[in-house]
């Protein structure tokens, strides 16, 4: 699932590929895909340009003109810039005709993405459940040891929960635990505000570097692979399972947390508990 990173990929791969593009035709080939009335939404988004791209959470916002377009590509959504007659894949659920003769196509092979138009003034509303994002200088030991309280939570499940840090996935968990040297499991309200500072800190970092290892993906985009925000990941821990630690040699081991395939190294993660 794409996870803060990749969004930011999506965004800004988009803003380059189809920035100002005016829209003259919208396609809705699978109608749950859009949320609420297909036909509103097309009429709502036709004749007008794309002119602004950001992201809050795992949510691509798209402003087109006094619309924003948020997007949340769930499992599998991506989108393909293609010329106009392109053959339309089985899995394309929507079609925005632009203005340069281009095609944006929506593609989804699990149909659990979303697109959804919301007015600007709406979006904080829409999006309040959302915790703050890893760049907000607000994002510190202090904050995070607030809402950690007293919650008898595993460190994983915690940065996990959106209503805490927005855009944080599983891989990113993964890693962010590694960083922070601490065991996935860890008892959230038993971790130290000095910890929490480290965790922060962990989490500025990965994010960052995740970013950065996107920008190249912007760069190298081709229609054939889609717009998904997936990259090369120069991952510590993540999908590591039976090679070894980095820092210490290690075996990285796989075990379930949550339900989430999770990947430590028991040598250099403390477990903090009871
Ligand atoms: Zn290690």
Same mark, same amino acid.
């Given at each position: 699932?794409?996870?803060?990173?990749?969004?930011?990929?999506?965004?800004?791969?988009?803003?380059?590929?189809?920035?100002?593009?005016?829209?003259?035709?919208?396609?809705?080939?699978?109608?749950?895909?859009?949320?609420?009335?297909?036909?509103?939404?097309?009429?709502?988004?036709?004749?007008?340009?794309?002119?602004?791209?950001?992201?809050?959470?795992?949510?691509?916002?798209?402003?087109?003109?006094?619309?924003?377009?948020?997007?949340?590509?769930?499992?599998?959504?991506?989108?393909?810039?293609?010329?106009?007659?392109?053959?339309?894949?089985?899995?394309?659920?929507?079609?925005?005709?632009?203005?340069?003769?281009?095609?944006?196509?929506?593609?989804?092979?699990?149909?659990?993405?979303?697109?959804?138009?919301?007015?600007?003034?709406?979006?904080?509303?829409?999006?309040?459940?959302?915790?703050?994002?890893?760049? =907000?200088?607000?994002?510190?030991?202090?904050? #995070?040891?607030?809402?950690?309280?007293? @919650?008898? %939570?595993? &460190? $994983?499940? !915690?940065?996990?929960?959106?209503?805490?840090?927005?855009?944080?996935?599983?891989?990113?968990? =993964?890693?962010?635990?590694?960083?922070?040297? #601490?065991?996935?499991?860890?008892?959230? @309200?038993? %971790?130290? &505000? $000095?910890? !929490?500072?480290?965790?922060?800190?962990?989490?500025?970092?990965?994010?960052?570097?995740?970013?950065?290892?996107?920008?190249?993906?912007?760069?190298?985009?081709?229609?054939?692979?889609?717009?998904?925000?997936?990259?090369?990941?120069?991952?510590?821990?993540?999908?590591?399972?039976?090679?070894?630690?980095?820092?210490?040699?290690?075996?990285?081991?796989?075990?379930?947390?949550?339900?989430?395939?999770?990947?430590?190294?028991?040598?250099?993660?403390?477990?903090?508990?009871?």
């Amino acid at each position: 699932m794409p996870e803060l990173p990749e969004v930011e990929t999506v965004v800004r791969t988009l803003e380059y590929l189809i920035g100002g593009l005016r829209i003259t035709k919208i396609d809705i080939l699978y109608p749950p895909i859009v949320t609420g009335d297909n036909e509103a939404f097309s009429s709502v988004l036709i004749n007008k340009r794309f002119t602004g791209f950001s992201r809050r959470g795992k949510y691509a916002l798209y402003t087109i003109e006094d619309v924003v377009l948020m997007v949340h590509l769930r499992m599998e959504g991506r989108f393909y810039l293609v010329d106009a007659g392109t053959p339309i894949d089985k899995h394309t659920h929507a079609v925005f005709h632009l203005d340069n003769g281009k095609q944006l196509h929506y593609n989804d092979v699990r149909k659990f993405g979303r697109l959804e138009i919301v007015k600007p003034n709406e979006i904080n509303v829409r999006l309040k459940l959302l915790g703050l994002e890893p760049f =907000d200088p607000r994002l510190t030991g202090h904050y #995070l040891k607030k809402m950690a309280g007293s @919650r008898d %939570i595993g &460190l $994983k499940t !915690f940065l996990l929960d959106q209503r805490f840090v927005a855009g944080i996935g599983n891989i990113y968990a =993964d890693e962010i635990c590694f960083c922070a040297k #601490l065991h996935p499991e860890s008892v959230v @309200r038993k %971790i130290s &505000l $000095k910890r !929490f500072n480290e965790i922060a800190d962990c989490i500025k970092m990965i994010m960052s570097q995740a970013i950065a290892d996107g920008g190249t993906t912007i760069r190298s985009y081709t229609s054939s692979l889609g717009v998904s925000g997936r990259f090369q990941l120069n991952l510590s821990v993540h999908m590591r399972k039976g090679e070894s630690c980095r820092v210490c040699g290690q075996e990285i081991v796989k075990m379930r947390v949550s339900g989430r395939g999770t990947y430590v190294c028991q040598r250099c993660q403390k477990r903090i508990e009871d």
